[in-house]
């Protein structure tokens, strides 16, 4: 119904508003982490300056989020010793692939023959006592029934000089493939005095492969530079490490 015949009734109502098309939401590029600059950006440069015999765990965003959790200081020790034995399996998984393998051919339930690999015997594992024995378990979770030996690296209270007070391996350790199991490297001090106790007992340099979370620049410089064949296989090189860790996981801090 018009009024005067010509204007609408609700000439100067509000007319009806239009629907507004929703704004799609942007998303936001992740920060690139610390550990990715190191791991992917830097890779030329860490092969050139510490070997191919330092070894960094592929970097993703999950490994990031670990190594985050980690570090932060609201973690619980729930979360915390969660979180870190997740990692400390992916780094021992890695570590894994750096034994060696020999060809091995099964025959599967339908008859056809497989080609595939299987560990040359003779793998062991050695953790630095007391944090590394945080790693043992995500070792034996991998391997079932290997052997672990320890190793108790202490330091002087004067002079700060790594000496080894005990040391109890497999009695054939000097012809294994050994993992030594070390998380934190700050300054590479306690893994060079594992690795003289490892030699001395037999053990060949290239036969050591160094499971570790948290490796300094320092650290690897050092352990590089005194043991070129030793493998290293870290998640993660930065100039601060969590030397929190030890006591975090078990409790102590």
Not at 88 to 112: F, K
Not at 114 to 127: A, D, I
Not at 184 to 197: D, F, H, R, Y
Not at 204 to 217: A, D, G, H, Q, V
């Amino acid at each position: 119904m018009r009024s005067n015949g010509s204007q609408p009734e609700e000439a100067n109502a509000t007319t009806e508003q239009q629907p507004q098309p929703e704004q799609e939401a942007t998303e936001q590029p992740l920060r690139t982490p610390t550990h990715a600059i190191v791991g992917a950006a830097k890779a030329e440069e860490i092969l050139a300056e510490y070997g191919s015999n330092l070894k960094l765990l592929e970097c993703n965003s999950q490994v990031s989020e670990l190594l985050t959790i980690i570090r932060d200081k609201n973690t619980t020790r729930s979360d915390f010793k969660f979180y870190a034995d997740r990692l400390i399996r992916l780094v021992i998984e890695e570590s894994l692939n750096q034994l060696p393998y020999t060809d091995c051919d099964v025959e599967t339930p339908t008859g056809a023959i497989y080609e595939g690999l299987k560990y040359r015997s003779g793998n062991c594992g050695v953790s630095i006592i007391r944090s590394g024995e945080a790693m043992e378990q995500g070792l034996r979770d991998c391997c079932r029934s290997i052997r672990i030996g320890k190793i108790l690296v202490e330091s002087d209270a004067n002079t700060h000089e790594a000496r080894v007070v005990y040391a109890r391996f497999p009695d054939d350790i000097g012809s294994r493939q050994v993992l030594l199991m070390y998380p934190i490297m700050s300054t590479g001090n306690t893994v060079l005095q594992a690795v003289n106790v490892l030699r001395e007992h037999g053990v060949p340099e290239k036969c050591i492969i160094l499971s570790n979370l948290f490796c300094t620049p320092v650290a690897a410089r050092t352990v590089v530079n005194a043991f070129p064949q030793l493998k290293i296989l870290t998640s993660e090189l930065h100039p601060v490490a969590p030397n929190h860790f030890g006591q975090k996981y078990f409790g102590t801090d």
